[in-house]
Each structure stands twice: as structure tokens, then as C-alpha cells.
């Protein structure tokens, strides 16, 4: 198996850590692999050497066995030589005393036989060549055994005279008859006792050629035994570091296989090919939310989680870092891979953003990148944390631009916001409470819509007051009113998210509430011009400041003028419709620069707020801007867009029905919602105090010149 | 100090919710979340857990009679006598302190429920505006009152 971990070490020590560099361990790898088999190697030497002695002596025993087995032939034929030799003498003796001439084959054969014992006699004594049974000449090792050798002074005590009295019959053929009858005399008184001993040394030689085959065979089991013995030795080595290095394998890939299971980041091989390593921490299928297959192309993995651009600088560092000349330490700061966002799917099979790091580092042998070791790290925490922790750092500087903004807006101003702003928020919660005794989901949905005005008028009011962070902490509470509408069912778990904005807004402007108590020391009130211009100046202000958001040129004129004759309470709600309105005038109204330059307008918008009593005496409020105006075509394509009406219905309706719709709640013409904008709250704001007002709202519009919002109510 | 966020809120709601869900199969429902801005008018039957270690702070489980009652009935409970429904009232607030314990950590100290009949009015004590939950379950109302905070 190849592990990933394993490299070189088969107990697989410190697995994770780098190989030592290439050529040492390589070295080291051969001298201990030497060290390891050496004593295999001997053994297997060993047994080849038995082998190689056993066959050698077997060789050596075999050639002696075949002389031995000529001494036993050539020992038998002198034994049967020497009674031929008694035999023809007694053929001569019968011939002579026949008065027959002597037989020449007769003699020929004394002779021959004579000459046989003789050579042979002295070969087995002196050794030498001398003619085999089927005449070749053969060569005979004297006889070395003690038995032999006296065996063979009996032979020659016997044979010597014996000779000696035939060497007359040998010479010619006219011996005297004395001489045969000498010879005869000796071999009658002698054969028997030559004959005794010529077959002892038969037996002799026998024994000999015997025992030499039992020694052979002593030999040969000897050998076998040992080679066996050799061979069981080997068989055991070679079984127990069989045994013991497949257990430190097993127990090297168990601990691979622990590390990879529990480790919790993604860990795989890269090859050179960008493939995927056959091994993979478990991690890293969680990582990616999906199972990866070793072999898998890393880049057609990365490819549909990462933009073009960072996987093609993926594909370059990755090159650069199978590159060995390019310093890896050097190139790690430009890692494309350190923070990358992907969507993944959660166990619920939702889209979730994750947030992963890949680092790579090399797996080097010798001069060459063998492998990349990719690790894969969930930095979700991470990154939401920094995220947290730069929302927080700017949300405490804005809270401290709005401290000192707080201490530039005119404290009697100042004092006037947070008393509205907390009658207003105790006003929701009021209306939060109340829907504990509601009877219908419409009542909660009304007391709903109620608290979504209210924050909707202080987020106007905070805005035109320049406290951006209450107005941003407005719109968030606005949110959760916002997502509690959209589900339909406003009841159960979603109240739960209302009372902490409330309770965040409500410290707040505690906060501001204590900063402008102790600045304006003395309790006297401020002068009613100081309130008339610091209202007129902030709602100026805030369509400046709206403007500038929206990327829009305003010039606004406020005239509230008549303000200080009215009592405090109407006041407050003439202010919040003003606000709302302005905003209005600048969002939806007012062009882009270039739309106006376009239709021969100048760039710079205008804006007109007017306070004051008509001719009857009654209140006017008058809200006017020089922008587009309101669309009829607009409205009727949003109406049908936000499915309220069918085509159909809205055909039927005249201009005049469909401007009234644009005071509905949750009605607006922009698609998303912004700080400004959207959420379809603030003319449903301006609807509900002209109701509280007992007002008459006129609007007027004419399309491409101007819309007016037009407010009469009573003094 | 660290404020609670709604993940608390839900805490201490879904302990009473479970609660009756198990022993009455009814679940009450969340009526209204507010900011208690004065002293708040409790029910009859109130079972108050202390919070110490890594939160200050209290929360009080407040019902009326008739809804006590109602759960002691279903659970086929014949004494109905004030003593026992304080009991049950006791054993809600062991349920949420339990859970509590559950979610909020080892580094939270958790009172015995204390139980208290007839209590007039629930005075905020650590929070400026404690946080009140209204529940109904089978036409009864049920209060939360939780009012404490995180110490870090």
C-alpha cells in the first residue's frame, strides 16, 4: 500500500514531519536494509555451501566406491586366477603323466593367469594399472586397511614361492617335468590356505566399499539434516521479520488512518498532474460538503467554488510551487488560496457561506517536488470574528462621531430629539404589548405596522438630527418589523426578536438623554428662535445629506415659520410628515444630475418646505420638488409587480386611485431596500399623523416638473 | 457587560413551551415580547430561578391559578390545592434552570427555584427594561420575565 504517511519509516515515527533530505536517507535506507537482511543472507550462503560440500563429497565417495567396487571385482578374479593356476597345473600334470604333449592353451592360460595374481598382487600391495576385467587397463589404489594389508603379507608369504616355482612353466615350453611336478606339489599343499585367504581379502574389500557407503550415507543425511536445519532457520527469520514488519506496518497505517479520521483539517497529497493523493483526512469531504475521490483533478474541484481569477492563480502558485528552484518560504505570502469563500450545503440542505484556508508545502525528495501536502482549514469562526470585530470597531467610532456630533447639535434641539425619540419608543413598546390582547392576527399585524411607523418617524427624525448611529439602529429594528411582516404569521418565535433593538435604542437615546441634561445646566428653555432655526437648518440638512447617499445635487429651502405657534404635540407630528417628505422629495422625486441635465433641468435639484396658514386660518404644510414627478406607468407596473392588483384591475383604475396607493404600507417604487428608502413605511407614516392631524393631504404632480405634497388641518 | 441576545430569549420561552408540549400535548403561544418599563403586574402563581456565576440577573415564570390548574387536570392530577399548583409552578421553573444549565454553561450558578404565591408586582432588578415574554396556552395567559445579563 502507498501510504501517504509512511515515506521510508515502517513504524511510521512522526509521520507528518518532513523526510530527511533525499540522497543521506536514501543512503542510510541501503545500509540498513543490508544491516536487516544480513543474517538471511549468510544463512542462505550457508545453505548453498552445504549443498555445494554435500554434493562435492558425494562426488568424491562415488568415485571411491567405483574403485572400490573394481578392487572387489579384480580382489574376486585373483581369488578365482589362483584355482585356474591349481587348476591347469593339475591339466599339466595329467597330460605329462599321459605321456601327452602339454596343451598350448593350457599353458597359455597357466601363464596368463600367473602374470594376472602377480600384477594384481602387486597393484593391491604397491597400487598401479594393471588390465580389467574386460581387459582395459584400470588403475588400483593399494590396499590401506590393517586387515588388507596383512591379508595381503599372507597373499605374498603364500604366493611368493608359489611364483617362484612357476617362473620355470612361465619362461618356455620345455620345462623339465621336475619343475611342473615342484609347482604342482606347492599349489596342492598351498591352494586351499591361498584360496582361504585370497577370499578373505575378498571379503575385505568388500567390507571396505561397504563401509564407504555407509559413510556416504552418513554423509548425505548429514548434509540433508543440515541444509534442513539451515532452511527451517531461514524459513523462521525470514517468517518472524515477516511477522514483525507487517505489524509495524498495520500498526504505522492504523495510526495513519486515526490521524486521518480525527484530524479536523483536510489533509491530501497533491501530485504534479494536480491529482488528489489516494489518502484524505475525513475532514476534507466535510470541508468541501461533498465525498472526493483520490485521482480527482484539485483545480476541477476548485473550479465552481472559487471565482476564474483565483483558480487561475491557483493553478500559477501551485506551478510555482512544484517549481524547485522557486523558494517555498519566499512564495507563501502569495498564497491565493489563504481565505477563500465557498458555498457549501449544510446538513439541512441549505446554502451556507464557509470560509476555507489552503496552504500548501512541498513533499521533496532529493532536487525534485514530489508531492504538494495540501492542508484545508475551516476559517468560517475566524473570518466572521474579524468581520465582528471591524463592525464593532466601526460601530464604536460611529458611536463616538455621534457623541460629538451630539455635542455640536444645539443641546435644546438635542434634549427636544431624545424626549420624542423616548415617548416614541415607549409608544412601541406599548404597541409590542398590546398584542398580547390581540383577538386576530390583523390587529397584531396593525400593531406591527403602528411600531414600524413610529421607528420609521425616529429614524427620520435621528437622521435629520445627524445621529446616524440611532438612524442605522432604526433600520435594523425596521428590518426584524420588516421579516416579521414577510412571514405572514405574526405570532409565535419572530416577536422574540423585537424587544432587544428596542431596548438597544432606548439606552442609547437614555444616553444622549443624560449628555443633554448635563450640558444645558440651566433648565431654562431654549429660545424659540433657536428651535425654529435649528429645525429649519436640519431638515435642510437632511436633504442634503439624503442627497449626497442617493448621489443626487438638492438645494432645499425651509420656511417653518408658523411653527412656534403651534402647540408641542402637533408640532412633533407636522415634523415627522416634513421629514418624511423631504426624504421622500429627494429619493423619489429628485433626478440624477445627469437625468435632469438630460431634460434640459438644471443639475442641481430644489426643494421647497413651507409652514404656514392660508387664508382661512388653517395649517399648511407644503412639501415641493422640481424632480420627476409622480409616473402613473410607474406605479401601475410596481402595483402589478408586487401582485396587490390584476392588470385588469388596474386598468380600471384612474390616475387619482392609483397615486392614493403609494401612501400604503409596504408600498415603494425602489427594489431594495436602503437606509433611505424602500420598505414602503414612510408615506404610510405621512397617511397616518395627517389622520392623527385630522389633516387633508392634496397631492400634485405633473410628470417630468413637479409633485407636491400639500398637508391643511385646523389651527 | 454583555447583553442577551434572542438565542437567551428563546432559551427560557422554549423550556416553558417544551414543558407544556410534553405534559398537556398543547403548545402555548408566544403572544408579545416587550421591555418591562415598569413594575410589571405578575399572576398569581410565580416560580423565580437565580442566575449567578457567569449571568446576574433572575427570571420569573408567572401564571395564573386557573392555567396551573388546567395543567395539573390534564396530567390527571386531583390535588388541586394552592401548595400543589405552587409546586407545579416550582417544577417549570426547575425545567427551565435545568435547561439553562444545559445551554448557558458550566460557569452558570443556578438557584433552587424559589416559589412565591401572590406576588403584586415584579420589579425590575438588574435590567433597566427587563424583557417580558406573554404566552397563551388554551386561552390562558402565561408570563416571562427574564431579567438578567451576561457578565462577559
Known sequence: MSSVLTANSPIGAAPLKSRQPGKRAASWGGLASLGKYREIIIAVALFLLFDLGVLVLNFYTSFKIDQDTVAINLSGRQRYVSQRVARTLLELDAMRTAGLAYKPETLAELRNGTKIFQMSHVAFREGGTIPGGDGKPVYLEPVVSERGRALEDKVEALWRPYYELLQPLMRNDDFAPGQLAAALTYSQANNIKLLGVANDFVTETQQIGASRASVLRMVQTGGIILALLNFAFILFKFLRRLTTSDAAIEAANEENREILTSVREGLFLLTPEHQLGSQLSSSAHDLFGKTLAPGQDFFELLSPL?????????????????????????????????????????????NTARYLSFYFNRVQDGGTVRHLLVTVQDITQKVELKAKLSDERQRSQKELSMMLKAFETDPAMMRMFVERAEVSLLEVNDLLRSTSSATSETQVLKAVDGAYRRIHAIKGDASSMGLEILASLAHQFESELQKLKDSGAATGEALLALPLPLEDLLSKVAAFKKLSQNRSASPALPSPES????????????????????????????????ALDMPADKMDLVREVAVQLVRNAVVHGVEAPLTRLACNKAAEGQVEVNLGRDEGGQWLLSVRDDGAGLDPVHVRRRLLELKWYTAEQLESFSDKQIASQIFKPGFSTAQAASQHAGRGVGLDLVQSNVQRLGARLLLSSNPGQHTEFKIYFAA | MATLNETDLKLFVDSIRTYLKVTTRQEPQITSAFLGTEDLEGFEFNGIVTFSGSHNGHVVVSMPARLVREILLLQHETDLRDSNLLDAVGEIANTLAGNARKSLGSELDISVPVKVQGLNSIKARVRKHPYVITLRWNHYEAMVCVDMDRRH
Open chain 1, 531 to 562: 428651535v425654529l432655526q435649528g429645525l429649519n437648518a436640519s431638515l435642510a440638512k437632511l436633504a442634503g445629506d439624503v442627497a449626497v447617499d442617493c448621489g443626487k445635487r438638492v438645494n432645499a429651502t425651509v420656511r417653518m415659520g408658523s
Open chain 1, 306 to 350: 472559487v471565482s476564474e481569477k483565483a483558480l487561475k492563480d491557483a493553478q500559477d502558485y501551485v506551478e510555482l510551487l512544484f517549481s524547485p528552484h522557486v523558494k517555498e518560504k519566499l512564495i507563501q505570502g502569495i498564497n491565493p488560496l489563504a481565505e477563500v469563500e465557498l458555498t457549501v450545503k449544510n446538513r439541512l440542505g441549505q
